[in-house]
């Protein structure tokens, strides 16, 4: 089996030129034309080597190849086809165009497989389009609410059930699993980070997708001259937001991988060059693989912020909104994708996904592994989004052989 | 000499009904209406007590009450006229209607003075309708540039120019002083800092008014997805902003007053909660009233910053925008100031001036002393900016006194 670097190119441009700018990215919204041009393209794709491909209710693409021994069981791939806007060309779709790779030549090396093999080109993962993420992988697992769309409308005002029937797509008639005979998935995706760039590896094994605590905090002190109010008698929001940061920050690093903390956001009051700041809003994004450490240290810098803050006399609210378990992947398929990556001679290593994916609402339910390629300077949701051909071709060569293992 | 609270509440009263808003504060801009109305309010006030008063070229109002001793030697106070945007009832207007009262009562109990007195209400220093500051003082000493009024407009795009040509005025038609008889200056103003009322004394006699340099600090890293990109691999310019602002405040901290460091305003890209920021963009404001001091504490921090971003891997671009030097008080009035407090057993003590005056124009010329009286929580430029009556006649009874030691 061969999967050149050209083929990886002229499939990738074929995906590519639906939603196409010219800025060199993809928008293509759930929903929209091209969206719908796109999955149409793919069905006729997959039918080309022989699959059967049909539309679930909401819109999931599945392509299916029927195994040798008549059974039920499954082994499936794919990911979300929807981009950002302006996203790249690698974001979602690499698992749609890299998995068809993979099958079309395991079917050309080693004919019918013994499972079933389905090639999933999911309806949604971004909420680029309208505020909700993971309609697609959601939706096959009978687990999206019809209640937390009703309502929803994109920035033009189109509402979330207008756009879904405007191509005969409607809510799934009940709450069931459509992989329920699928035994394993495997999902191929770029990385989003610059670890396996850094480290010279062509191919990562996912281990965990991180589990994620976002929080909102508030902190009230008293605007103040910045001449005539000295030191002891300020109440400065932004030193107590320094002191947050710069203490969190180190004992994050402390701590060490895969621990990451962020303060992505701050903006204060009056925001003056001559005024003490007397008000301040800003966010802490805090990620780990393993959720009990993630709950402990997070607990412990909520109570550093509020000690911090007491101390400068300043008030502090803190709101935790997003608080998301890590999703471990399947240790059997980590294995066996490490032994397929081995016996192919990969450049690979085992790591975690600090990123959301489709994988994390599948492994809780069905055996789950991924598979990253880097992403140069760790750049997504960029036109700038690039992966070099040869480690793409890494990247589908271990998703072949993976599934090789799992369904010959 | 007896000055009632009530006389003072009376004056101050009447004075901010010029330009009253229905928030309890005052809007009272240069060349306005309500700074017309003022104006000649004032002079027919002062006309009440037998001083002449007259306008100068640009709009200065100059009450004078000649001496016995019939030379020029002239003892003058006051203070500007004009306010903040809804700003509050002692800014600038109580070393005039202060000045007033002072010497009304002198007046009264004294007689005629052996040198002559004027209280000078000063057209401008706030910058509030047009971006030029100390309009009135810089005048009043032959300092002010035609040309840097020249194009400027107010935020309604009414020219400078046409709003002083409205009422009669006009550019000052030489270059020399206005005040080349005048031996002493005081100006008694509110403190907008806490710093008597934390030390619950009623008048602060100042030594100096601080220098001051304001700095624009850009910071640029890279922005990451704040889940996929390591500790170890940011370029992170939040961290850098909150250990330069963490470092530079301690230290400052144990520098001591009167040292005052702030960073009153961040602003931060992408500012997003799942990004770390690869842009920032922030202001220092750092006073002292020793010049070499702050030049060399400054200096200090200026290589902190530098050494902090280059740890980071982030650039840096400090632009120092402003270097005011400090300035001092004469030394022979501030002690006349305090002989005077001394001798009517007033509760004082000497201290700095964390913001600029008029004096701070008026002082390298002329020997100039100031008295400041509590500002309530600090607060100012504020319809809550108060100061109780019996602190006001407190300071107005020190300037009483100090101008009886210089004309009587």
Redo the contacts between chains.
């Keep these: 089996m061969n999967i050149s670097t050209n083929e990886i190119s002229e499939i990738m441009n074929w995906i590519s030129s639906y939603g196409l700018l010219e800025t060199g990215g993809i928008t293509r919204l759930l929903y929209s034309q091209e969206w719908m041009d796109v999955q149409n393209g793919l069905k006729e794709k997959f039918e080309s080597i022989g699959m059967k491909a049909n539309f679930d209710e909401i819109g999931n693409l599945i392509g299916h190849l029927s195994g040798s021994e008549n059974s039920e069981e499954t082994i499936a791939t794919g990911s979300h086809i929807d981009t950002v806007v302006n996203g790249g060309k690698l974001d979602g779709q690499l698992g749609i165009f890299g998995g068809f790779l993979a099958v079309k030549h395991l079917l050309e090396t080693y004919g019918q497989p013994k499972k079933n093999i389905e090639i999933i080109s999911m309806a949604e993962e971004e909420g680029s389009r309208f505020p909700y993420v993971f309609w697609g992988s959601k939706n096959l697992l009978g687990l999206a609410n019809k209640e937390d769309v009703l309502n929803i409308t994109d920035q033009d005002g189109i509402k979330f059930v207008d756009a879904m029937h405007k191509h005969g797509f409607d809510f799934k008639s009940d709450n069931k699993s459509s992989l329920s005979h699928v035994k394993a998935f495997v999902e191929l995706h770029i ?5 396996l760039e ?1 480290e010279e590896k062509s191919v990562g094994i996912i281990t965990d997708i ?1 589990g ?1 605590r ?1 929080y909102n905090i508030t902190l009230k002190g008293e605007a ?10 300020r109440k ?1 929001v ?2 107590v ?6 203490e969190s ?1 180190n004992k ?2 402390e701590k060490g ?12 009051k ?8 007397g008000f301040a809003e800003f ?1 802490m ?1 805090c ?1 780990h693989t393993d959720g009990s450490f993630l709950k402990e240290f997070t607990t412990e810098i909520e109570e550093d912020m509020k000690r911090i803050a007491k101390d400068a006399n300043v008030e502090i609210e803190i709101d935790r909104w997003m608080d998301e378990e890590p999703v471990p992947m399947d240790k059997n398929v980590i294995s066996m994708i490490e032994e397929a990556c081995k016996a192919k001679g990969l450049n690979y290593k085992l790591m975690h ?4 994916h489709d994988s994390q609402i599948i492994a809780p339910h069905i055996k789950t592994g991924m598979i990253f390629v880097p ?1 140069v300077k ?1 750049i ?1 949701h960029n036109p700038k989004e690039f992966t070099e051909l040869e480690d793409l071709k890494q990247g589908i060569e271990a998703l072949a052989a993976a599934i090789y293992k799992l369904a010959y």
Tied chains: 1, 2.
């Excluded at 990385?191 to 670890?195: D, F, H, L, P, Y």
């Excluded at 103040?224 to 008698?233: P, Q, R």
């Excluded at 621990?259 to 204060?268: A, M, P, Q, S, Y």
């Design positions: 990385e989003q980070g610059n670890a850094m991180v994620q976002r103040n001259h910045a001449g005539t109010t000295l030191m002891e008698y400065d932004i030193q937001f320094a002191n947050i940061v710069t920050i994050a690093k991988n895969p621990l990451v903390l962020t303060f992505g956001k701050i903006n204060v009056p925001n003056t060059v001559n005024v003490v700041p966010t994004d990620r996904s600090g990123a959301g992403s760790g997504s």
